[in-house]
Structures are given as C-alpha cells and as structure tokens.
C-alpha cells in the first residue's frame, strides 16, 4: 500500500468513526489523567471503557463532550473538530451521566419538555416523542410524578429516555447500573440492547465485568491513563488468558501451590485463595479428586481475570 | 439557533440566543410557584413603604420638598431590584450548579458555560423587574408616582437587575458553600444599600462619601429612578448608564471567565 492509499484510508475512518481520537492526553497540574489515549469508535456498535477508579474513564467521556479540553492530542466526535465544535457534536449526543441531574423543580414529563428545549426541539411532534420515550423507560403511569417521589432505578431510565429526546446518533452512558438492583439493571441493559438494534452507536464506561460482557461490542481496558488492551470481550479473554480457572481455599494451600502450579499454567495466590489457570483442567482435576478434604471451585476463565491480570489486583481508592 | 463559536479572544463570553432556554427553564419552575412569589412581590415592599413611609417619615418630615413615602418608594424600587437579583443569582444558581445540578445537564446539552450564565443573569434581571413592577404598582395606588415617566423605570430596573445579577454570579463561580455569600452580603450589598441614596439623600453623608458611593452602581440607578418616578428627568443619564452597564458586561465577562474553570477544566 503507498502513502496516497494510507491517506485515503484514514480519511475514510476520520468520516465513519462516530469518535476518534488520537494521542489524547489530559493533565491537571503534575498529574497526567489520560496519557496518549488512540480510539475508534466504530458506528453502531456499543463500546466500552472498562477500568479501575481513577483510570481516567470519565475524563476521557468529558473530553469527547467537549467538557474539558485535552492537554493534547486530536479529537473527532461525529465528524466534528472537538472542543472546538463541541456544541455541534452535541447536538447529535445523548448523556446518561454517572450521578443522575435530573431537574427537581419538574415532574417526569416536564423534565422531558424541558430538556428538549435546551436542545431547542418543540412543537407537536415533541409531545409523541416525549410520550414515546415515556413508554420506552416504562415511565408512563407516572408523567405527572416529581422526580423526588421516583426509585433509583425510575431515575436511571428517565435519565435515559431523557438522553434519547434529540434522536441521538451517539449515546454516552457513565456508569449506567451502578447502584441498580438486579431487575433494573436488567432493564436498562434490555433498553441499552434495543438503542444498539435501532442502530445507534454506544459509549459505556463501566466497571461491572458482567454488564462490559454482556453489552459491549468491543471495550478498552484502560489504565492509569492508557489503554492497555482493546478487542471483544471473547478476544480479550482468548489472547490474555487461559480458558480454565481452579481456585482452591482451605488450610493446605501451600502445599497445592507447588503441585497445581507444575500442572497449571499459572498460579497466583491472592489472599487465602489460590488461582490456577490452564488449557486443560483434567489432570489438575484428577489430582484434586486425590485430596478430598481440599475445596476447590471450576470455572471458565472470564473478563475480570483479564481485567484482574492486566490492571492488577491492589485496592485502588 | 445560532450557535457562536466555543472561543473567542481575551476569553470574552461567546453569546447564543441559546441562553433563551435556560431563562425560561427558570420561568417556568416560577410560574408553578406565581402566586405565593407575586404575593410576596406585593405584601413586602408594602410593609416597608407602610411601616418606614408612615412610622419614620413623620419623624423625618419632608426631604426638600418631597414627603418621605414619596422619597422612600424609588429608593426601594432600586433596592429591591438590587436583592432580588442578587439572591437569584447567589443562592438559586448555586443549588442549580451544585445541588440540583441543573447545569451539568445543560452542559451535556447544546449548551455551553457562557449560554448558561447569561440566562441566569438574565433571569435574576427579570425577577428584578418583576419585583419592582409590583413595587411601582403599590406606590402608584398609594399616590406616590408623579407622572406618566415612571414607566421609563423599568428598563433601567431591568438593566439594574442585570448588573447585580452578573455581579453576584461572580461570588457564585467562586464561591464553595452557601456561607461564603455573607461576605458579599456584609461587605458589598449592605454597604451599597446603605449609602446609594435609598433612605435618605446623599448629601447628609460626608462629599468624600457621598462620591465614593457613585463608584458603586446602586447610587447611579437611583438617581436615574428617582426623578422618573416623580414625573420629571433625571441629569446625567448617559453617565449612570454607562457605569451599570459598565458594570454589567465586567461582571458578566468575569463570571463567564470563572465559571469556565470551574466547570471545563
């Protein structure tokens, strides 16, 4: 391929990336918040951020709003020069942001109406969307309810609908089911499905492994700034782990971290738990069945393992 | 929509007609509360103008050659644009930026940190002019409005309100907590409320007094509203216009300028 055909090719993905970006740094005084971050965010798909506090999501989501400016770096959200034509791109965004912000002072519906004017929407046909959304957060028994009389999980999916008002090509969601219990998660996750089916390409950060899995098309795994792995959550787990996970726990686990770490892999031994991690469990199996007063649990390896072995396992605050 | 560019040189505000959404997101939360809010606009400058025009002006006597009530009622009209305003723009935009955060939807909206704070110094000179509206109602049944020109008072109340709004969004973009605006308070406003010329003239301060006040806009927009409202024309009018606009467009252009490192950075 010559330098003309590289050219061409990358203007062509400048066009059809719904966000890319290159080099993009972010620096608060000393601290560098996201150093050199490259994406791609393809059309239609649903893509994820995945990482520890402080790894640098939520200023990476900011920066694509044209929220903060990047420290450095080249920037494209729909087409659109970003911060610079920030409000441009926005247009064409919804938010779900991290902490809900709906508007106190407004009943569910108003709430709908009125975010739909900052947007500068109005008119007849605005009341069928509102209605229509409505319904699609399950909201529509109760439009004329204040927001403060609403559950956790009533918020989230308003804040959904609310974020879909513009007919948005792009929907940005920070954290969507954090503090969910598990019936509204499952709702917002079935919501999150049909945006992906109607076409509409999404941006999740996260740091349920469950909701990455399930959701996301493809996730970066970023740390401290950087991404440090990017793929499908199948391919992730392929290229950076072994398919089979054997924790042991019990009193004789020093004893089973020299013999299961010959038949395995690779051992790791966090805490009281040991982790042994192979292609093929059967002779591990085997020797456990030996040792029948040795707990131990079988498992497929999954995306926390490689989340786990990539960013590390101490506590970050 | 016209949507002005995201930068512009010296960090001068980058103004929208987009602002408009804003101001009537905060129209319409008032209308919900119209009644109990005109009420309040009528019943409180009236026991003022009832309790100080009776009780202390017959102690006071005339000023010159107007009675006190009459004195007194375009002063209040100018004070009461000065707190309205600056109590919309202090205590219901903070809870907007930080505990409802009202803002931080907008901002994911279209909007930016400039369309957002000229609607809300925008909406603090509305509630200015809304307030004194009602004022100047009560002092016209009361017989206290000497001609036709005191309906010239209320663009300048609105541009009154404006400049203390856009002030007081300054000691919002920097301040931390609630708390932080009784400095304001103690230091700027009552201050300003006491030496403008609203309860009595001027001219029983010390000169050197007397003319430090005209350094603050409060004393320019009463001497605009004054005459108005007793029928006749005030003097120097280009010159007190041009200090509360003066004071407007620097106060604006600095809130626009500190609240973008607040919320942008």
Redesign the interface.
């Known amino acids: 391929m010559n330098r003309a055909e590289h050219t061409i090719i990358a203007e062509t993905q400048s066009l059809t990336a719904v966000v890319r970006a290159r080099g993009l740094c972010k620096r608060y005084g000393e601290t560098d918040v996201v150093r050199g971050v490259d994406l791609d965010v393809r059309p239609g798909e649903c893509f994820g951020l995945l990482g520890p506090n402080g790894a640098g999501k939520t200023t990476t989501l900011r920066m694509i709003l044209g929220q903060t400016p990047p420290s450095g770096g080249e920037l494209h959200v729909l087409g659109h020069p970003v911060p610079e034509q920030a409000r441009r791109a926005r247009r064409r965004i919804g938010v779900v942001p991290q902490m809900d912000n709906l508007d106190p002072d407004f009943t569910v519906r108003e709430n709908l109406l009125t975010y739909a004017s900052y947007f500068g929407l109005n008119g007849a046909a605005l009341g069928e969307r509102v209605d229509q959304l409505l319904a699609f957060a399950n909201l529509d028994g109760r439009t004329r309810e204040q927001i403060q009389a609403l559950s956790g999980g009533m918020k989230r999916r308003l804040s959904l609908a609310r974020a879909l008002i513009n007919e948005p090509d792009l929907v940005v969601l920070d954290e969507p089911s954090t503090g969910l219990d598990p019936q509204a998660r499952q709702h917002i996750w079935q919501r999150l499905n049909t945006l992906v089916e109607q076409g509409r390409t999404l941006i999740l950060t996260t740091h349920y492994m469950e909701e990455a899995e399930r959701l996301c098309d493809r996730l970066a795994i970023i740390d401290h700034g950087t991404i440090i792995a990017c793929d499908s959550p199948r391919n992730l787990v392929a290229a950076h782990i072994e398919p089979h996970v054997i924790e042991l726990r019990g009193h004789d686990i020093g004893d089973w971290q020299t013999r299961g770490g010959a038949l395995a892999a690779r051992a790791e031994r966090v805490g009281d738990t040991l982790l042994l991690y192979t292609r093929d469990p059967e002779p591990l199996l085997q020797a456990l069945g030996g040792d029948p007063d040795q707990r131990y649990w079988h498992r497929p390896a999954g995306l926390e393992d490689v989340f786990l072995k990539l960013t590390g396992r101490e506590l970050r605050d | 929509?016209n949507?002005a560019?995201?930068?512009s040189p010296l960090g001068m505000p980058a103004v929208s007609t987009?602002f408009i959404?804003?101001w009537?997101?905060n129209l319409?939360?008032w209308r919900?509360l119209m009644l109990p809010s005109i009420f309040g606009n009528f019943g409180e400058p009236l026991l003022y103008l009832l309790a100080l025009g009776y009780g202390f002006g017959r102690l006071v006597g005339d000023i010159g050659e107007l009675p006190y009530m009459v004195f007194l009622a375009s002063g209040i009209i100018c004070s009461s644009a000065m707190n309205t305003a600056s109590f919309e723009a202090l205590y219901s935009a903070y809870t907007r930026m930080t505990v409802?955060?009202?803002w931080?939807?907008?901002?994911?909206?279209?909007?930016?940190v400039d369309d957002v704070a000229l609607g809300e110094i925008s909406w603090a000179a509305t509630k200015a002019l809304i307030s004194s509206s009602a004022i100047l109602v009560v002092a016209a049944l009361l017989g206290l409005v000497g001609g036709w020109q005191a309906i010239l008072v209320l663009p300048v109340i609105l541009l009154t309100g404006f400049c203390f709004g856009a002030c007081a969004m300054v000691i919002t973009a920097v301040s931390r907590s609630y708390d932080f605006f009784l400095y304001y308070f103690t230091l700027v406003m009552t201050p300003m409320l006491l030496l403008s010329g609203v309860f009595f003239p001027l001219d029983q301060l010390p000169p050197l007094v007397a003319q430090g006040a005209f350094l603050l806009p409060l004393a320019h927009a009463v001497e605009i509203v004054r005459p108005l409202m007793l029928g006749g024309w005030p003097s120097g009018v280009a010159l007190h216009l041009i200090v509360l606009a003066g004071y407007a467009l620097v106060a604006f252009w600095a809130a626009t300028l500190i609240l973008r490192r607040r919320?942008?950075?």
């Open positions: 929509m949507d560019p995201a930068t987009r959404a804003v009537r997101r319409r939360v919900k409802q955060r009202t931080g939807a907008m901002l994911d909206a279209p909007l930016t919320l942008m950075s």
